[in-house]
């Protein structure tokens, strides 16, 4: 069964850093796009970086220059570097697999999400 778990969130004061990691398991899928979503208190769940099976990645345009996705394809793992953080960054974030079966279709996979908060 898919398992996808995150971790390296926590509590930090504002202009530090976190490390957002997320291990896939019981893959048995190729990965169009894995990475990161997330969503505060009262707010809708928003992407905040992914990056896809050929390397191209997407980020918020309120993350762009402060975070950075990576991944290791051969490990089916993501990671979410966070520097500079702010307040506002405080949320749940989710690990997401975008998911293609050999037979064409696809599946969206979510982690339990790790709670990140930053402090003024």
């Known amino acids: 069964q898919v398992q996808l778990v995150e971790s390296g969130g926590g509590l930090v004061q504002a202009g530090g850093s976190l490390r957002l990691s997320c291990a896939a398991s019981g893959i048995t899928f190729s990965i169009n796009a894995i990475g990161w979503y997330r969503q505060a208190d009262g707010k809708q769940r928003e992407l905040v970086a992914e990056?896809?099976?050929?390397?191209?990645?997407n980020y918020a345009d309120s993350v762009k220059g402060r975070f950075t996705v990576s991944r290791d394809n051969a490990k089916n793992t993501v990671n979410l570097q966070m520097n500079s953080l702010r307040p506002e960054d405080t949320a749940v974030y989710y690990c997401?697999?975008?998911?293609?079966?050999?037979?064409?279709?696809?599946?969206?996979?979510w982690g339990q999400g790790t709670q990140v908060t930053v402090s003024s």
């Open positions: 990056i896809r099976s050929g390397g191209s990645t």
């Open positions: 997401h697999v975008d998911a293609v079966y050999r037979t064409g279709n696809r599946y969206n996979y």
